[in-house]
């Protein structure tokens, strides 16, 4: 059985005797150690001037450098493989391994495993319409995006959808294609709420009952002005609303014409240029907070939280909408932090 090692006190005390000339043997007698353990303790100290424990190698890998290179390159190239099929490739090449060997591995790399995040598809043509938005408005001032009312409609669900889905990537790289789930809109849910913003605080919202139609849109719309009022964006504001359908009919676009709206022109599928996004994200987990246990709870929870957002926080998703709009314009109309 190997003996515990020395003390520090120990070991500096034989250089202490070493410095003062003391032989091996003396130093061996007068302190009851080994004369071989003497000898080691000095030509420790002679190489490395410490007596102190130094690094120790530990116990050599049971992997190559060579399989370790292919289980990096395996994570790298396929973010969304599971440890499991990691640990399965290693063991057909012979070397038979724990999960956590090989997350240790790859934590050594740089790689981690995160959520995926949930993103809509991008086909080439919606990445091209949100860089044109983006570079066209880069130079627009301040004062532009103050007078823009924000709207958007959302589904808020009486329990979360909770689905996750852990992805190996370094940092920085969350919103890269190949690390995100694409998604689409879809129906289902419990409640669908209409809603509108600006710089200045957040503005009424609205209960959708039944299915949105273009009939439907414009009444809610009849909330237009009055938001606006609230908000003191004067008479010469402008509306931002997506390309959906039941948005773009003839009739709704007459509407804005006989109101004498402007309408911002939108790009499809671009959810990261409307900063109305970041407020339904902290909406639902305000929402979801009070534990609503029915629809009437859930509608009632959902506008007691829009009616608490501040002023300052609104403020601030204008302030750095530039901000924003750079981001697009360096992923070249790709998906964002945003």
């Keep these: 059985m190997k003996n515990k090692e020395h003390t520090r006190q120990v070991r500096d005390t034989v250089v202490k005797k070493f410095k003062a000339r003391f032989g091996y043997k003396k130093i061996s007698q007068a302190l009851n150690i080994p004369r071989s353990t003497v000898q080691a303790i000095i030509l420790k100290w002679k190489e490395y001037q410490t007596t102190a424990n130094l690094p120790r190698p530990g116990r050599?890998?049971?992997?190559?450098?060579?399989?370790?290179?292919?289980?990096?390159?395996?994570?790298?190239?396929?973010?969304?493989?599971?440890?499991?099929?990691?640990?399965?490739?290693?063991?057909?090449?012979?070397?038979?391994?724990?999960?956590?060997?090989?997350?240790?591995?790859?934590?050594?790399?740089?790689?981690?495993?995160?959520?995926?995040?949930?993103?809509?598809?991008?086909?080439?043509?919606?990445?091209?319409?949100?860089?044109?938005?983006?570079?066209?408005?880069?130079g627009d001032t301040p004062n532009m995006w103050k007078k823009v009312l924000w709207s958007d409609e959302t589904k808020i669900e009486l329990f979360g959808n909770n689905a996750k889905r852990y992805v190996w990537r370094k940092s920085n790289t969350a919103h890269h294609p190949e690390h995100t789930i694409p998604t689409v809109k879809h129906g289902g849910g419990s409640i669908m709420v209409w809603a509108c913003f600006s710089s200045a605080g957040a503005a009424k919202m609205v209960k959708i009952d039944g299915k949105m139609d273009g009939a439907k849109y414009r009444t809610i719309l009849e909330n237009l002005m009055e938001s606006a009022k609230d908000l003191r964006l004067g008479r010469r504001f402008v509306f931002q609303q997506d390309n959906d359908p039941k948005h773009k009919a003839k009739s709704t676009m007459e509407w804005f014409k006989n109101k004498h709206i402007q309408v911002l022109e939108w790009p499809s599928q671009s959810p990261d240029l409307n900063p109305i996004k970041n407020l339904w994200k902290e909406l639902k987990t305000a929402v979801h907070k009070c534990s609503p246990s029915n629809l009437t709870e859930l509608e009632l929870f959902c506008k007691e939280e829009w009616e608490k957002m501040s002023v300052s926080r609104c403020a601030k998703l204008i302030e750095t909408y530039p901000k924003r709009l750079t981001a697009v314009i360096a992923v070249k109309g790709g998906a964002t932090k945003y």
Aim: glycine share 4%.
């Design 60 to 138: 050599p890998s049971k992997l190559s450098a060579h399989t370790r290179r292919r289980l990096i390159r395996d994570a790298a190239k396929r973010p969304m493989i599971t440890l499991d099929e990691l640990q399965r490739s290693t063991a057909e090449v012979g070397d038979s391994v724990h999960r956590t060997t090989i997350s240790r591995i790859l934590h050594k790399s740089g790689l981690y495993g995160r959520v995926a995040r949930r993103k809509p598809f991008l086909k080439d043509i919606h990445k091209k319409c949100c860089l044109k938005f983006a570079t066209s408005h880069l």
